[in-house]
């Protein structure tokens, strides 16, 4: 059964981007209860990372939490989030990294980029991103580019997107309210500014791949806690296999 219309597959196809209401199996209190539990759980069974606002030390991202989630596992991998984006790819969608971003109060932003680079192993893949908190122009909603999709854009040294690349694009806010999904490319260009509200703006960022090229979620996870143990000159906050995350180390 398919739950989207001919007019939002065209939009995607066109755009690099869909958004959608509804989609959610669980209410917004609820999905909230269960990131706020995710979050409490203990660096011995998922990846926390941490960054130092001008309030203290506080989480800018959990990952690898599916195994200990039977709610978020639900969520991401069997429920309408999961079909609308094998629909987009074209096959079955399978989950090839989970994360929460936190942007609590003085969080960091991120700088513009495209998410492919930072995935490897795989070729088509699909970046979703569903609104825990109501996410506003004040506390640092994804700025998208429409139609800018198609190829791989030139990248600095950090894995990010060149200032000529950027200046020369149009970027349009996404503001989100808790519970909406957006869907949207690997190649799609986005950005978000810090959090310079006086409340926090998580989000839930499940990332997928087609079922042809197999299932790589413990192989993501794998490469990435190693190049993560390996030493790096990179002088900041370390969330991503890229440089996009603009946070102070702690």
Same mark, same amino acid.
Do not use: K, P, S
């Given at each position: 059964m398919s739950?989207?219309?001919p007019e939002q597959r065209e939009h995607y196809l066109v755009n690099g981007w869909l958004l959608c209401d509804d989609v959610l199996p669980i209410s917004v209190g609820?999905?909230?209860a269960e990131v706020e539990r995710v979050a409490s759980l203990s660096d011995s069974e998922i990846l926390h990372h941490h960054e130092m606002t001008d309030f203290g030390a506080k989480l800018a991202r959990t990952?690898?939490? /599916?195994p200990f989630s039977p709610v978020?596992?639900?969520l991401l991998q069997s429920s309408k989030v999961a079909e609308i984006?094998?629909?987009l790819l074209g096959e079955e969608a399978y989950l090839y990294k989970e994360k929460v971003n936190y942007k609590l109060v003085g969080g960091a932003?991120?700088?513009p980029h495209q998410d492919k680079p930072a995935y490897p192993f795989v070729d088509q893949v699909l970046s979703v991103m569903i609104a825990v908190d109501d996410s506003t122009l004040e506390n640092g909603c994804l700025d998208v580019v429409s139609a800018r999709h198609q190829v791989q854009l030139d990248q600095d040294e950090r894995g990010c997107l060149t200032t000529k690349v /950027?200046?020369?694009m149009d970027w349009q806010p996404m503001p989100l309210r808790a519970g909406q999904t957006l869907f949207f490319h690997a190649l799609t260009p986005h950005r978000s500014g810090p959090n310079n509200s006086t409340r926090d703006r998580r989000a839930l960022y499940p990332t997928y791949n087609g079922a042809s090229e197999g299932r790589l979620r413990e192989k993501y996870y794998e490469a990435k806690i190693k190049a993560f143990q390996s030493p790096s000159d990179f002088d900041g906050v370390r969330l991503s296999l890229i440089g996009d995350f603009e946070g102070k180390p702690v």
């Open positions: 739950h989207l219309t609820e999905l909230q990952e690898n939490f /599916v978020l596992d639900y984006a094998g629909e932003g991120f700088r /950027v200046d020369a």
